[in-house]
T-cell receptor, first 112, second 115 residues
Framework: KQEVTQIPAALSVPEGENLVLNCSFT??????LQWFRQDPGKGLTSLLL?????REQTSGRLNASLDKSSGRSTLYIAASQPGDSATYLC???????????FGEGTQLTVNP | EPEVTQTPSHQVTQMGQEVILRCVPI?????FYWYRQILGQKVEFLVS????????KSEIFDDQFSVERPDGSNFTLKIRSTKLEDSAMYFC?????????????FGPGTRLTVT
């Protein structure tokens, strides 16, 4: 059974700092990995999808990397802003099946 | 920009009652999903649906749950006899295809409270 873990559970940084969020998965038979943002009491906003054949994906100040061999993905946020404050979730999709398996999330607070 | 919509945003029901949660997926998407998130816990997969049938379901999706696409736009999740532990945020999602390059897009969720 696939397990997805995110460390740390919470992170507080000053505005302008570059930061890295971590995601680990146990099964190398990964199809793709998707990063989401969740604001309190709200739905999930897709940020980036990185396919198993890719090493990284970029969107604006966000960069996601994927290392299948080590079972890790990172989300890099450049020049963080208070508006980036949210919970960030990673979710992995296996080669077989359609489900996403989610991590617990990292709650990010960017202080002005 | 197209988005997944869900109604109602909040549903309160008594234990043992039936509830129907509604979703309108993005119009050109063919694959539909339900997930739930119990307060303070991970988002969990319930079921996926394609071509008018369930393509995958989790162990959570037991006989008290059912899904339906009653028309060309709506996708529903029915819980026949609600239990206290069904209280959660329920998210609908859709994707164009299940292939690696296609993202799943999520709706804003329906908060279900069972009393």
């Amino acid at each position: 059974k696939q397990e997805v873990t995110q460390i740390p559970a919470a992170l507080s940084v000053p505005e302008g700092e570059n930061l890295v969020l971590n995601c680990s998965f146990t099964d190398s038979a990964i199809y793709n990995l998707q990063w989401f943002r969740q604001d309190p009491g709200k739905g999930l906003t897709s940020l980036l999808l990185i396919q198993s054949s890719q090493r990284e994906q970029t969107s604006g100040r966000l960069n996601a990397s994927l290392d299948k061999s080590s079972g890790r993905s990172t989300l890099y946020i450049a020049a963080s802003q208070p508006g980036d404050s949210a919970t960030y979730l990673c979710a992995e999709k296996e080669t077989s099946g359609s489900r996403l398996t989610f991590g617990e999330g990292t709650q990010l607070t960017v202080n002005p | 920009e197209p988005e997944v919509t869900q109604t109602p945003s909040h549903q309160v029901t008594q234990m043992g009652q039936e509830v129907i949660l509604r979703c309108v997926p993005i119009s050109n998407h063919l694959y539909f999903y339900w997930y739930r998130q119990i307060l303070g816990q991970k988002v969990e997969f319930l079921v996926s649906f394609y071509n008018n049938e369930i393509s995958e379901k989790s162990e959570i999706f037991d006989d008290q749950f059912s899904v339906e696409r009653p028309d060309g736009s709506n996708f529903t999740l029915k819980i026949r006899s609600t239990k206290l532990e069904d209280s959660a945020m329920y998210f609908c999602a859709s994707s164009e295809a299940p292939a690696a390059s296609y993202e799943q897009y999520f709706g804003p969720g329906t908060r279900l409270t069972v009393t």
